[in-house]
């Protein structure tokens, strides 16, 4: 097998969008609404097969349920991990925005080795760190047509590694996804697809 084919899918609507505060390591289940988005791509794929040989996910709930309702229709085998999770930052999970921007505003200067706030969480470069050992799971897991269900902060640090990359931003809405595709021949990525949504109207 010469190419890795690897879906990285955000997670659908979940309370804390609804709440409006931070979420990261705050475990928020999916909404109503984020639940039928999950469906819907679910139903999509079951018209459109992607072919998937195996499933990951983060074990947090918004992203696990969306993983297992896409699964379960497609009768793929899921594997949750730890790490896939979403950043971990620290004081600011389930803390409303106004009151985050007011305890902890963001500095000028952050180096890559200092927690994610004053009072704890990732720093960069362990989120750096997780993310290739995220990619190598899924690199040494077997099969060739890949899904991994995470969050849209940890999918954009899968994504700077693949592609050596620092300050790039890629946007993931609610169960939107991106496709790529990996040549176990060399170190090539070539990026299909960014933020698609065919499911959702």
Do not use: K
């Not at 609804?18 to 928020?28: A, F, I, T």
């Not at 996910?57 to 991990?81: G, K, M, Q, Y």
Request: charged share 25%.
């Amino acid at each position: 097998m010469s190419g890795l084919h690897l879906t990285l899918l955000r997670h659908g609507r979940s309370r804390a969008d609804d709440e409006d505060v931070h979420e990261g390591r705050y475990d928020s289940p999916l909404t109503e609404v984020g639940r039928a988005q999950a469906q819907a791509l679910a139903a999509h794929w079951a018209a459109h097969p992607p072919e998937f040989d195996r499933a990951y996910c983060s074990t947090l709930a918004r992203a696990h349920e969306t993983a297992r309702i896409v699964t379960d229709a497609l009768a793929v085998p899921l594997v949750p991990s730890d790490l896939l999770r979403e950043w971990d930052n620290g004081p600011l999970a389930g803390l409303g925005r106004e009151e985050a921007a007011r305890r902890y505003p963001i500095p000028t200067f952050r180096h890559e080795l200092d927690a994610f706030t004053a009072d704890g969480g990732e720093s960069q470069a362990a989120i750096r760190a997780r993310a290739l050992l995220a990619l190598e799971l899924i690199w040494t897991g077997g099969g060739e047509r890949l899904l991994v269900v995470s969050h849209g902060g940890f999918l954009n640090s899968m994504l700077r590694e693949l592609l050596r990359m620092e300050r790039g931003w890629f946007e993931f809405g609610d169960t939107s996804f991106a496709t790529l595709r990996l040549n176990r021949r060399s170190h090539t990525v070539l990026v299909t697809g960014v933020n698609l949504c065919p499911h959702l109207p």
